[in-house]
């Protein structure tokens, strides 16, 4: 798959952080399998939401306490009856199964990609 290439200041435009999940529920309500999730990104961006279709390998469980990577800097989306705040961030694995995006360290609530 051939993707542009974009300039180093767009990429800089995106605002991806480190957070870490304090609560997690299931989302019957939602079109495809996911999981509805508060991330704490410390006191500058505080607590956001966000649906995530991790199901296939996650459950609401395993994620309270965990860290993952995101972008808080998109538009909020509606989906169904909650609104997604920030997009949890994964990769797809050979099953096509999202794998989620962490540290495989601690770091600050609120870090940035950088």
Not at 53 to 66: C, E, S
Not at 97 to 113: C, E, F, K, N, Q
């Amino acid at each position: 798959m051939s993707t542009p290439v974009i300039p180093f200041d767009a990429f800089l435009d995106v605002d991806i952080r480190a957070g870490t999940v304090v609560r997690a529920e299931p989302f019957p309500e939602a079109r495809k399998p996911a999981l509805k999730l508060w991330i704490d990104f410390g006191e500058e961006i505080g607590t956001r939401k966000s649906s995530a279709q991790i199901t296939d390998r996650y459950t609401a469980d395993d994620l309270v306490g965990r860290q993952v990577a995101a972008v808080v800097n998109f538009a909020p989306r509606q989906i169904g009856p909650f609104m997604s705040e920030v997009l949890t961030l994964g990769f797809a694995d050979h099953d096509g199964a999202i794998v989620l995006v962490s540290p495989d360290s601690s770091v600050p609530d609120g870090a940035r990609l950088g």
